[in-house]
């Protein structure tokens, strides 16, 4: 965000805004990807931004709001939110950097599993 400092959090704030949102701007150039959100990817960097989160990361558990920050719950749901939507985004992640976290449901901000026992609900 312009004029703010890094924060976990904006991590999940914009890249969650603009998977809702499904962004797909003609006028960026996308990259070579198999996620449905094509323009995000093009919009982020994903891989700096996983980057930042896991520098964030404490040794007891949890991520902070910012490198050497205590971990909070705020911060940690959303550094998690957000390592689990960039999972799909870049192709070029070797096994080193893939992530292993649940898949994201961005509109209820639950995970997909449990997301999909509301579906039968849903008008």
């Not at 499904?22 to 891989?47: C, F, K």
């Not at 902070?64 to 205590?70: L, N, Q, S």
């Not at 070797?94 to 609900?121: H, M, Q, Y």
Request: aromatic share 8%.
């Amino acid at each position: 965000r312009p004029n703010k400092d890094e924060d976990t959090c904006y991590s999940y704030w914009i890249g969650g805004t603009l998977r809702l949102l499904q962004v797909d701007d003609p006028t960026v150039q996308p990259r070579e990807s198999s996620s449905n959100t094509v323009g995000a990817d093009a919009l982020l960097n994903h891989g700096a931004l996983c980057d930042y989160v896991f520098q964030c990361q404490t040794q007891m558990g949890g991520f902070g709001k910012i490198v050497g920050a205590y971990p909070d719950v705020l911060h940690s749901f959303y550094s998690l939110a957000y390592l689990s939507l960039s999972q799909d985004h870049d192709p070029d992640d070797d096994e080193k950097t893939k992530r292993v976290v649940g898949s994201l449901n961005c509109t209820l901000g639950i995970g997909s599993n449990t997301a999909a026992l509301f579906e039968p609900n849903v008008p």
